[in-house]
């Protein structure tokens, strides 16, 4: 189960959409603790303390993603998105090694009546999901009776 609550507002005289979606609001620390983590430790060997204020900030940011959208074109023809998931690039992310695990990106043309939309999410160093969407308004074709 996954509790979820999203707003969308586009912005007046840019040709922006800006959204912000709150999830998993049905668990209050959604942090993952590894046993096996082993605490880290300064260059002297002297294990380095947990700051409790910067733990909740990033258990806040946790449960919020981000969103943004360009509409371009006098019908918006064209959009251009981009997004940032903070759970899933602290969850999938390696310390080693720098990834885009936690952003997606994506575009979108509209031609007539259809709509097609790619989509790319990157969710760990191992690989990228990608969508591709065509979609269409079916009432367009059909006569209304």
Do not use: W
């Not at 260059?43 to 449960?63: A, M």
């Not at 064209?78 to 310390?95: D, F, I, Q, V």
Request: proline letters at 1%.
């Amino acid at each position: 189960m996954d509790v979820q609550i999203g707003i969308s507002k586009k912005l007046k005289y840019l040709p922006f959409r800006i959204s912000i979606i709150g999830h998993q609001l049905h668990k209050a620390n959604v942090r993952y603790d590894d046993p096996a983590n082993i605490g880290q430790t300064d260059i002297f060997g002297e294990e380095v303390k947990v700051n409790k204020f910067s733990q909740s900030v990033d258990n806040v940011f946790r449960h919020i993603i981000i969103n943004g959208e360009f509409l371009l074109g006098r019908n918006e023809n064209l959009r251009l998105r981009a997004g940032y998931n903070h759970l899933r690039r602290k969850e999938l992310s390696l310390t080693t090694y720098r990834s885009l695990a936690g952003f997606s990106l994506g575009f979108g043309i509209k031609v007539n009546a259809f709509k097609l939309d790619y989509g790319v999410g990157y969710h760990h160093i191992a690989g990228a999901t990608n969508h591709v969407t065509i979609s269409t308004d079916l009432g367009k074709f059909f006569k209304k009776i």
